[in-house]
């Protein structure tokens, strides 16, 4: 399920997201924690299953498109489709936008595409 980040969960979506490549650094991995609780054109995603917080999409919302910026899945849940959840996820709330992924996430796009549907846009 899908669920909005909120404060209480700032551990848990560091770690997250310090298994994307360009979020090694802490200070880079704070800044882009505080990027997402301040800017209102970006938004964090967890995802849970069962009781526990096993991934992370981030957003940025940029007229008719919505930017994929961060996804990732703890290690021990990966290969279980959860990506693609949290995508089917994304696609349902922003109905009227258009996902397209950023230079980071292009690579779980392309790992993915066969399983997206057609109305989802790939940057090349």
């Keep these: 399920m899908l669920i909005?980040?909120?404060k209480s969960f700032e551990k848990i979506a560091m770690g997250l997201l310090s298994f994307m490549p360009n979020e090694k650094n802490l200070k880079q991995l704070q800044q882009t924690i505080k990027d997402y609780e301040t800017?209102?054109?970006?938004?964090?995603f967890l995802w849970k299953?069962?009781?526990?917080?096993?991934?992370a999409i981030g957003v940025e919302k940029k007229d008719s498109e919505v930017e994929i910026r961060h996804i990732s899945v703890n290690p021990s849940h990966r290969h279980?489709?959860?990506?693609?959840?949290?995508m089917d996820?994304?696609?349902?709330?922003?109905?009227?936008?258009?996902?397209?992924?950023?230079?980071?996430?292009?690579?779980f796009?392309?790992?993915c595409q066969g399983q997206q549907d057609q109305d989802i846009s790939y940057n090349n």
Excluded at 80 to 86: E, R, V, Y
């Design 89 to 107: 996820a994304l696609k349902h709330l922003f109905k009227t936008q258009v996902l397209v992924p950023n230079e980071l996430t292009q690579s």
């Design 49 to 55: 299953e069962d009781e526990d917080i096993v991934g």
């Design 80 to 86: 279980q489709g959860i990506g693609k959840q949290m």
């Design 39 to 44: 800017d209102t054109d970006r938004q964090l």
């Design 109 to 111: 796009f392309e790992r």
């Design 4 to 6: 909005r980040y909120k």
